[in-house]
């Protein structure tokens, strides 16, 4: 099953301009992570942040994370051109074996 | 550093038939998932090793599809007979170890059309 749902399904931005996607999930996590995906490429990874970490920035994004409202969101400021991905955050919870769940993601599309 | 490699990047097959990928880890990596990633959707986890042993499979359709990792390092995903919901994108993906924290890298993925 899908842990995380990002929100929105679809954005659509002029370039230049900031992203924002929010990720909702369900049960207790270890950390979340970000992913973005290119049309027909695999996942990248973009960014970890631990449970006790409230937020965390690398080049032009911005992580937070909210446990008490089960919700992280990526924020990706002066977006291009080639920002334009699907991206889906990922949750890794449990004790023992360590996975990722992903959501549906958010096919974002930065028009030049 | 060489990524994840994955082989073969499209199939395409008849319902019925069979269908196998390989994939090669990053060099040193103890843990290897196999995630199946359907058109529109996110990936969902079909079988995680450590070195060569199982660790979870519990969303591996098992009637079908099996995998293997027999030296803990390459490993194979099969489908057999293949049925039309099983278009797909295969993803190999490797980390370190398997404790939380580990960076998971993901290969290009391969492509599955059956029809």
């Known amino acids: 099953s899908q842990q995380g749902e990002e929100d929105p399904q679809a954005l659509s931005i002029q370039e230049g301009e900031n992203a924002t996607m929010n990720c909702s999930y369900k049960?207790?996590?270890?950390?979340l992570q970000w992913y973005r995906q290119n049309s027909g490429r695999g996942l990248v990874h973009l960014i970890l942040i631990r449970s006790n970490e409230r937020e965390k920035h690398s080049g032009r994004l911005r992580v937070t994370l909210d446990t008490s409202k089960k919700s992280s969101s990526l924020l990706i400021t002066a977006s291009r051109a080639a920002d334009t991905a699907s991206y889906f955050c990922?949750?890794?919870?449990?004790?023992?074996?360590?996975?990722?769940?992903f959501g549906k993601g958010t096919k974002l599309s930065v028009i030049p | 550093e060489a990524g994840v490699a994955q082989s073969p990047r499209y199939k395409i097959i008849e319902k019925r038939q069979s269908v196998a990928f390989w994939c090669n880890p990053i060099s040193g990596h103890a843990t290897l998932y196999w995630y199946q990633q359907i058109l529109g959707q996110g990936p969902k986890l079909l079988i995680q090793?450590?070195?060569?042993?199982?660790?979870?499979d519990s969303q591996l359709p098992k009637d079908r599809f099996s995998a293997e990792r027999l030296k803990g390092v390459d490993s194979t995903l099969k489908i057999q007979p293949a049925k039309l919901e099983d278009s797909a994108v295969y993803l190999c993906?490797?980390?370190?170890?398997?404790?939380?924290?580990?960076?998971?890298?993901f290969g290009e993925g391969s492509w599955l059309t059956v029809v």
């Open positions: 993906a490797s980390s370190e170890g398997y404790l939380s924290g580990n960076t998971i890298y």
């Open positions: 049960t207790s996590i270890n950390n």
């Open positions: 090793f450590q070195n060569n042993g199982v660790v979870d």
């Open positions: 990922a949750t890794a919870s449990g004790a023992g074996s360590y996975q990722l769940t």
